[in-house]
C-alpha cells in the first residue's frame, strides 16, 4: 500500500517546515509551527508579534478537536456515538453537533455522493485497518444498508445523537479537518492574525494576504508525479480555503489493479467516474473539504451541474485523461504550469 497523504505545495518561498520560531524583520514578525494529528502533518504559519502564543492556542484547537471527532480515540464523541449504536443516544458536544449537521447537509446537497455512515464499509475494505483487502460483493451487500445519513437522529434541543441501527458507524473524517481549519481561522483572528496560512494536511487556509500585500499562492499537486513535488498550476488566494482529494493519496494493489479509499456510498466500491483530483476553492472549510471528496465521487459532468447551480465555490477538477479543467469563476487565479506530464487546460463556463 501507499500511503502518499497529500501535500498541496506552498509555492510562495515560506518554510512550513520548521518547528521552532523565527523572526522575519523583512515581512513582520513571522512564526511557524509543525504538529501531527488527525492523522496527519499539519503546518502554521503566522505573521503577528505575538505569533508563538497564537500557535500554541491554535494546537491547542486541534488537539480539543481530535479528541471530539477521531473515530480512534477511545472517548471521543463520535467513538461514543458509534458503540451505542441502536442502544441509546449519547451527549454530544456542540461542535460535534454542528458537523454531523454539516454532514447532513452537505449529503442532502450531493445526492448521498458524501455521506458520513460508510464508515463501515471503508473499514470493510482496511482502509481504518492495518490490513487492506478487497471484499466480497456479499460482504458488500449486507453492510450498504448500514449507509444511511437518515439513520443519525440529531437532538439539537437535549445535544444528542443517535444511530438508528445496530452495526452504524460514523466517520467525520471527510470533513473534520475542514471543520478544524474553520476553527483554526477563527482563533487567529480573534487574536488579530490578518496574515497567514495554514495546512492541515492537505486542507489549506489562506488568512488574508502575504506580509507585502500580495495573494498567497498555492501550487495544485500533479496526481501522477506527487512524489517527486510536481504540480499542475499555481492558485492565488486571499481569505479562501482550497481542499483536494484524491484516488492517489491512499490506495493498496490486489491482482495488479489499484484500489483507492474514496468510497463511493452507492456502491461500496471505490469511485471510478474519471477523476484522479478535485480541488475545492471555498469561503468555508468544512464544505470544500466535504465538497472535494462527494464531487470526486460525482464525476466531471455531474460536479460541473452541482458547481452550476451554486455560487459559493470553484473547482479544478484533473481527469484521468490528462486535463485539468478550472472553473471559470477561479481561472483568473488559477495559473496553469505543465511541468513534467502532458496535461491539456480547460476552462469550464457556467
Given amino acids: 500500500m501507499k500511503w502518499n497523504k497529500i501535500l498541496v505545495l506552498m509555492a510562495c518561498c515560506m518554510l ?59 472517548n471521543s464523541d463520535i467513538t461514543k456515538l458509534n458503540q451505542n449504536a441502536g442502544k441509546e443516544a449519547v451527549a ?5 453537533m454542528a458537523l ?40 458488500i451487500d449486507a453492510l450498504l444498508p448500514l449507509v444511511n445519513h437518515n439513520a443519525v437522529e440529531i437532538d439539537t434541543q437535549h445535544k444528542t ?8 458507524a460514523v466517520d467525520l473524517g471527510g470533513i473534520a479537518k475542514g471543520y478544524t481549519s474553520d476553527c483554526v481561522v477563527n482563533v487567529l483572528k480573534e487574536k488579530g492574525v490578518s496574515s497567514a496560512i495554514v495546512s492541515l494536511g492537505g486542507n489549506v487556509a489562506a488568512v488574508g494576504n502575504k506580509p507585502d500585500g500580495s495573494p498567497w499562492k498555492i501550487a495544485v499537486e500533479n496526481p501522477l508525479n506527487s512524489s517527486n513535488g510536481d504540480y499542475v498550476g499555481l492558485l492565488t488566494v486571499t481569505d479562501k480555503f482550497a481542499v ?33 483530483s478535485v480541488t475545492i476553492i471555498c469561503e468555508n472549510g468544512t464544505k470544500a473539504d466535504g465538497l472535494s471528496t ?32 478550472a472553473t471559470e469563476g477561479i481561472s483568473e487565479q488559477f ?8 496535461f491539456t487546460y480547460e476552462i469550464a463556463k457556467r
Fill in 92 to 96: 454530544i458536544s456542540d461542535d460535534t
Fill in 335 to 342: 495559473t496553469f504550469e505543465q511541468q513534467n506530464t502532458a
Fill in 294 to 325: 462527494a464531487l470526486f465521487v460525482m464525476g466531471l459532468e455531474k460536479g460541473l451541474d452541482l458547481w452550476r447551480q451554486s455560487d459559493d465555490f470553484e473547482v479544478i477538477f484533473i481527469t484521468d485523461d490528462h486535463r485539468v479543467i
Fill in 100 to 139: 454531523l449537521q454539516m454532514g447532513d447537509d452537505i449529503n442532502v446537497l450531493t445526492n448521498g455522493c458524501y455521506d458520513m455512515t460508510v464508515s463501515p464499509i471503508v473499514k470493510a475494505w482496511g482502509f481504518t485497518e492495518e490490513t487492506h483487502k478487497v471484499p466480497s460483493q456479499k460482504e
Fill in 244 to 276: 483536494t482529494s484524491g484516488g492517489y493519496q491512499r490506495y493498496f494493489e490486489q491482482d495488479g489493479k489499484k484500489y483507492h479509499h474514496i468510497i463511493d456510498p452507492h456502491t461500496g466500491y471505490p469511485a471510478e467516474n474519471g477523476l484522479i
Fill in 16 to 74: 512550513l517546515l520548521s518547528g521552532c520560531t523565527t523572526k522575519n524583520t523583512t515581512e513582520a514578525e513571522k512564526h511557524e509551527a509543525m504538529t501531527f494529528a488527525m492523522d496527519t502533518l499539519m503546518m502554521l504559519t503566522v505573521y503577528d508579534e505575538n505569533g508563538e502564543q497564537i500557535l500554541v492556542d491554535a494546537e491547542q484547537e486541534i488537539r480539543r478537536l481530535e479528541n471530539l471527532l477521531s473515530v480512534t480515540i477511545e
Fill in 161 to 168: 445523537a443517535y444511530l438508528k441501527q445496530s452495526g452504524m
